[in-house]
Structures are given as C-alpha cells and as structure tokens.
C-alpha cells in the first residue's frame, strides 16, 4: 500500500519568511516517484516538481528547494524569501511501480503568506 | 487544446438525478486520471485509464459511479442517482506515455453541487 502523509493541514507566514512544507510516504516499492503540486485558489493543480527513489540529490529551483531523504522517507519542500502569491494548498503524491501510474496525494498544506 | 479540459466547469442538479462529466485529455496523453476532491479535503483516486489495458477502478466509491473512455481519448465520468455526499470537485488529469511516472496534468475541474 501507498500512503503519503502531509502533518501540517495550515501554515501561516509573513512575507519574506522561508518556510518548509513535510511530506512524508510509505511504500514497499524499491522503484517510485514523488511529486509536488500546487493548488492557488483558481482550483487548478500545478505541477511544481518529480523526483524518482533512486535521486537522493536535492533540487533548487529559484526560491523553491526540495529535500529528499530515502533514511527518513520524507521529501520536504521549501519556499525561500516567501510572497504573497505563494498562498496556495500544496499537495505531496507518490507513484509506484506496484501501482501503475496512479497518483497517491497526501491531504495537502495550506500556506498562507500575508504581508 | 493546450491542456486538459474539463466540462462542464459548474454543475448542480437534483439529488436522484443523473450526471456526466467529460474530460478531454491533452492530445498523445494514453494516461488519464479522475480524482475527486471534497471541501477541504485531499484528493481522493477514483479511476485510472492507461491505453488499452483494463483500467484501475479500485478507487470508485459505489456502483453510481462509472467511467469510459472513448477512442483512447475523451473520458466521461458518470454519476447515476446522485445522493449530496456526491457534491465535490472532480477532476482530471491526464499524462504523457514517454516514461512510467510521468507528471500529470490537470484540468480545472468540475464543481459538483448536489441540492
């Protein structure tokens, strides 16, 4: 079974402060993907990022950063020098060979960036 | 069309009646997906279609719901007897087949009111 757990329901920042979003997965696969994506109030999900088992290597990508640990099973996300239109629900999901391509989605983060 | 469409955007309708939601897919993409998402809550799998292979329905809550897609590309999802446990925002999503896990993308969904 897969199962991704995102701890934080909401967080509440001020611009300009950095802040990291958890997500943590369970899988008995040796071969998956994780996945971040972005919700903003239109409704619409955002692909923001994916990384497979085998890339423990993290990711920046302007003021977003992803931080892989295989050891701990979490694949956290941080937002650097936030902005207001960083206010969104974020959403974490695995994918595993065991499960075809199907999409496992944690409950998601509501981050609220206010000025 | 440039992305996955969705259709309609809005719906309400009597509970007892039925429904058809329609996605069509970005054009190439053999994978599609529909999710459902309650208010304030995660996104819950409902059905998988991936090329000619059976689909993975493990994730339809009743027999009121079904799903077909036509020609490996426009899917309708069907709700038969709506009940108000039914309303939600359902989405769907629909990925590329150059490589097992890749990313999805969604469309804007259909809000779903039952009254």
């Known amino acids: 079974a897969q199962k991704v757990t995102q701890a934080q329901t909401e967080i509440s920042v001020v611009e300009k402060e950095d802040v990291t979003l958890d997500c943590v997965y369970e899988?008995?696969?040796?071969?998956?993907?994780l996945f971040w994506y972005k919700q903003p109030p239109s409704g619409e999900l955002v692909f923001l990022i994916r990384?497979?088992?085998?890339?423990?290597q993290n990711e920046i990508s302007g003021r977003y950063s992803w931080n892989f640990q295989k050891s701990t099973s979490s694949f956290n996300f941080t937002i650097t020098a936030s902005q207001v239109v960083d206010s969104a629900v974020y959403f974490c999901?695995?994918?595993?060979?065991?499960?075809?391509?199907?999409?496992?989605f944690g409950t998601g983060t509501q981050l609220k960036v206010e000025l | 069309g440039a992305g996955v469409s969705q259709s309609p955007s809005n719906k309400v309708t009597e509970k007892g009646k039925d429904v058809e939601l329609r996605c069509d897919p970005i054009?190439?993409?053999?994978?599609l997906y529909w999710y459902r998402q309650s208010l304030g809550q995660g996104l819950e799998f409902l059905i998988y279609?991936?090329?000619?292979?059976?689909?993975?329905k493990s994730g339809l809550p009743s027999d009121r719901f079904s799903a077909e897609r036509t020609g490996g590309s426009v899917s309708t999802l069907t709700i038969q007897r709506t009940q108000q446990e039914d309303s939600a925002v359902y989405l769907c999503?629909?990925?590329?087949?150059?490589?097992?896990?890749?990313?999805?993308?969604f469309g804007q969904g259909t809000r779903l009111t039952v009254v």
């Open positions: 999503a629909s990925s590329s087949p150059t490589g097992l896990n890749t990313e999805a993308f």
């Open positions: 899988t008995r696969d040796t071969t998956y993907y």
């Open positions: 990384r497979n088992s085998f890339d423990e």
């Open positions: 999901a695995l994918s595993a060979t065991g499960g075809g391509n199907k999409l496992t």
């Open positions: 054009s190439g993409h053999t994978a």
């Open positions: 279609f991936q090329g000619n292979s059976a689909p993975d």
